[in-house]
């Protein structure tokens, strides 16, 4: 498993800017959508399903633009 370490250094003693940063750079990362997916065991089917309905919704998405 490869950790990439999500780096945010605090300047002038603001700390509340730093969090604020790593909060952003954590959610681009991509662990909370993996740790939310990994939570449950998911069928094969059931995680092809869930993968169809999110590309129609992707689809619907991009077509209203």
């Known amino acids: 498993m ?3 370490s ?3 250094y605090v300047k002038d003693g603001n700390i509340d800017n730093a969090l604020r940063k ?3 750079k954590f959610a681009k990362s991509g662990v909370p959508s993996e740790l939310k ?3 449950h065991y998911e069928k094969p089917g059931v995680k092809k399903r869930n993968a169809k309905k999110e590309m129609i919704k992707n689809a619907r998405k991009h ?3």
């Open 2 to 4: 490869v950790m990439n």
């Open 6 to 8: 999500n780096k945010v």
């Open 22 to 24: 790593f909060k952003v």
């Open 37 to 39: 997916k990994r939570k």
């Open 63 to 65: 077509r209203r633009d």
